[in-house]
């Protein structure tokens, strides 16, 4: 990266590259981008010129795949608590002998008069354009990058199909006090495109979070949305609602709990009941020394009805500062409930050897 200025405007310059190796092949990402701010009073605007080329190479052939982009996003501060934000873009796709041309629109508006409230009314019309045929393009997730290392995740496409989105959105937070959040939102949405099939949601949700003992931290939400289709006569709606908990209540000794219920419904035959229960505790005896327990138990009924159960016991060592020791043993059963199904159900057990390495620290 580089930056400087010409004339009274700064400048920025970004090369990044992104190579991913795995058995589906193998692929590099190239992005250059050039961007430039403003700023006048209590207004501000930023504009980036970008340019992103991809090369795919599999043991059967390979692909590229080029896109150019123009962003500009800009805020204005009106005073009192109020603020107003825009951001637009247009792009272009290119692979192969394809084309297609994609833009962004996003509309919002701020309101925070002190620390303790704030809201936003948002809309977004997204149309990413015509391309649905991507998924031998991997970006990489599930190889280590971004976060996702190599125990989680899976290899996933660049991008896999597009869809326009419209979307209005208003959602808020409000503190009554320091140890107590309380937050919501209410969104209906219309989604077109190739796995959409020209869908319109609305998705109400809201929850609390509470720390009002400094050795326990509570947290709730609930969540409500109804789906139907516009080409067809599909209804889904889904009702969730979760409780977590986190603590430290003896010096040593710490714990994790989550319970989560769903609840779904509509005309698709695919509906499902389920719940999950997780805890996780761990204890420290010593300064380099900690056991620990996680456990998980769920069941789903309904469409593809099953019943898990996941154990796991560890103990771990802190060789030096940013080496750490671990060994556990884990205990996993999946059975359908269903006896006409066949596939997905297991049962493994095994003990696990993990160094683990900290950085940085």
Do not use: K
């Not at 990058?145 to 597009?162: A, K, Q």
């Not at 060592?317 to 940013?322: A, H, K, P, T």
């Amino acid at each position: 990266s580089a930056s400087g200025r010409s004339g009274a405007l700064p400048w920025t310059l970004n090369q990044t590259r992104l190579t991913s190796r795995s058995l589906a092949g193998e692929t590099q990402t190239d992005r250059t981008e050039v961007s430039t701010s403003y700023t006048q009073g209590r207004f501000f605007v930023t504009t980036g010129l970008a340019r992103e080329g991809v090369l795919s190479r599999t043991t059967a052939d390979s692909a590229t795949l080029e896109r150019q982009s123009l962003d500009t996003r800009g805020r204005y501060l009106a005073g009192r608590g109020w603020s107003a934000g825009f951001g637009a873009s247009l792009s272009r796709l290119q692979t192969g002998g394809d084309s297609a041309a994609g833009r962004d629109l996003r509309l919002d508006i701020g309101y925070r008069p002190n620390d303790r409230f704030s809201s936003t009314l948002e809309y977004i019309d997204a149309d990413p354009g015509s391309l649905t045929d991507l998924s031998r393009f991997q970006s990489g997730f599930g190889l280590g990058f971004n976060g996702n290392g190599f125990s989680g995740g899976v290899d996933g496409p660049f991008l896999t199909t597009t869809a326009r989105v419209r979307r209005l959105a208003l959602g808020g937070a409000w503190n009554p006090e320091e140890s107590l959040s309380l937050f919501g939102r209410l969104s209906v949405s219309r989604n077109q495109g190739a796995l959409s099939a020209d869908t319109e949601t609305t998705a109400l949700s809201g929850g609390l979070d509470w720390g009002g003992w400094s050795w326990l931290r509570l947290n709730g939400t609930l969540a409500y949305s109804r789906s139907r289709s516009l080409s067809s006569p599909s209804l889904t709606e889904t009702t969730a609602l979760g409780f977590f908990a986190s603590g430290t209540p003896a010096g040593r000794f710490s714990f994790t709990t989550g319970a989560s219920i769903l609840l779904s419904g509509g005309n698709t035959g695919f509906g499902q009941n389920s719940w999950q229960f997780d805890l996780g505790c761990l204890y420290r005896p010593l300064d380099r020394h900690s056991f620990g327990l996680n456990a998980g138990l769920g069941r789903s009924r309904g469409y593809l009805p099953q019943e898990s159960q996941d154990i796991q016991a560890f103990y771990r060592y802190e060789v030096i500062r940013g080496l750490e020791v671990g060994l556990s043993h884990r205990w996993r059963d999946i059975a359908n409930l269903d006896p006409t199904v066949t596939g997905g159900a297991f049962r493994s057990r095994g003990f696990d050897l993990e160094f683990n390495f900290t950085f940085g620290r």
